[in-house]
């Protein structure tokens, strides 16, 4: 099966084609993040630059879905990683991709209205190559052990029978850390349950052993440490400052954070702003993050403390939505000796792996 992969778009396209792969220059990764930055990455496949109405121009890579994955893998994850975490993100990583294969030619299909960019859909391509769907870094990083992974599992998914009783493919959210316990799909996305994206106890991701932290996390990732449990100081005028950049609203003087609806983690889902110009309620999770921060805020699980010199102090856990699997948490399984299909049962409860023909 292959994938159609939306790469870039830019008012200018610099590639060069070599024999059997293509490189773009500029690629940026990260977009929004804190660790945003630019690339240059080598692919493989075919490569097709589309002309968009705006002048703009798209690098579209063709690709067969299981290479696609032996990259996604190598960028998602360090190849020194135990082999059952390699293996278990190789299935999660598949089933993400195809529910967004078929998601997209569903909309394809069903679109009465010109199609225009969705938050959660792309036009004219399947994915993109960015956090938004899966960090999909080329060639370069792809090694032997992530490609294993994916050989070792080829075709496999993990399913769920929903209340039809037919399967579906499940929904495998993943994090870095959920900080001590995984969160609902709900206080981050539409407000539906999902049957095997519950929240759990996570014991696992609360370690700072650097071997095991080097196997999860690629090398701009691992500037990124007190993940776990954080904290995030602003003075007043910086606080209203960044509200203002990152909202364009004027809050005036903050004089309160009023978390008001909570996840089953403690990820906050409704936070009051209470200012002296203007008081507003914002969600979800990643509003609230992005809102909070110059790049984005480590997670929405954090408790607010205003010191009297009209300071705030946020203190918080976890790193990302801590919807599904714990990356960090997996990781720690693995070197525990848990397999991979031990580890999918922890994180998506009730899934059943499946291979696809
Ligand atoms: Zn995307
Ligand atoms: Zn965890």
């Known amino acids: 099966m292959n994938i159609l992969v939306g790469i870039l778009t830019a008012p200018h396209i610099e590639y060069e084609q070599r024999e059997t792969t293509f490189v773009l220059k500029n690629v940026r990764i990260g977009i929004g993040f804190h660790w945003d930055r630019e690339e240059e990455e080598e692919f493989a496949g075919r490569l097709e630059i589309r002309k968009n109405a705006d002048g703009t121009e798209t690098a579209v ?4 879905i299981e290479d696609y994955l032996c990259s996604v893998i190598s960028s998602e994850m360090n190849a020194d990683s135990p082999m059952e975490l390699l293996k278990a993100h190789a299935v999660i990583s598949r089933s993400w991709v195809i529910r967004a294969i078929e998601a997209n030619r569903h909309r394809l299909r069903t679109a009465r209205e010109p199609l225009q960019y969705e938050s959660n859909g792309h036009i004219g391509f399947d994915v993109c190559a960015d956090d938004h769907c899966q960090r999909y870094e080329g060639i370069r990083r792809i090694n032997r052990r992530a490609t294993e992974a994916v050989q070792a599992t080829r075709g496999q998914v993990l399913v769920w029978k929903n209340e039809n009783g037919t399967e579906e493919i499940c929904d495998c959210r993943f994090h870095k850390c959920c900080g001590g316990k995984t969160e609902r799909f709900s206080t981050c996305w539409e407000d539906k349950e999902v049957p095997y994206l519950q929240p759990v106890d996570c014991p696992y991701c ?4 650097e071997h095991i932290l080097r196997q999860v996390l690629n090398g701009y990732d691992q500037e990124t440490s007190d993940f776990h449990d954080w904290e995030v100081r602003y003075s007043n005028e910086k606080l209203r400052e960044t509200l203002l950049r990152k909202s364009g609203i004027d809050y005036g003087e903050i004089k309160n954070l009023v978390p008001l ?10 936070l009051c702003i209470e200012g ?5 309620t914002i969600g979800k999770e990643l509003t609230i993050r992005r809102r909070l921060s110059e790049s984005c805020l480590y997670s929405s699980w954090f408790d607010v403390e205003r010191e009297n010199n009209g300071s705030f102090v946020l203190r918080g856990h976890g790193w990302g939505h801590g919807v599904g699997l714990c990356q960090i948490g997996a990781a720690v ?4 000796g848990k397999s991979y299909d031990e580890i ?7 899934s059943i792996l499946k291979s696809q023909k």
């Open 333 to 336: 399984m693995a070197n525990q």
């Open 61 to 64: 890579n063709t690709i067969d």
């Open 344 to 350: 999918l049962q922890y994180y998506y409860s009730g």
């Open 206 to 209: 609360n370690t700072k052993d």
């Open 261 to 270: 609806r909570r996840g089953a983690s403690g990820r906050i889902y409704r």
């Open 276 to 280: 002296s110009l203007r008081t507003e």
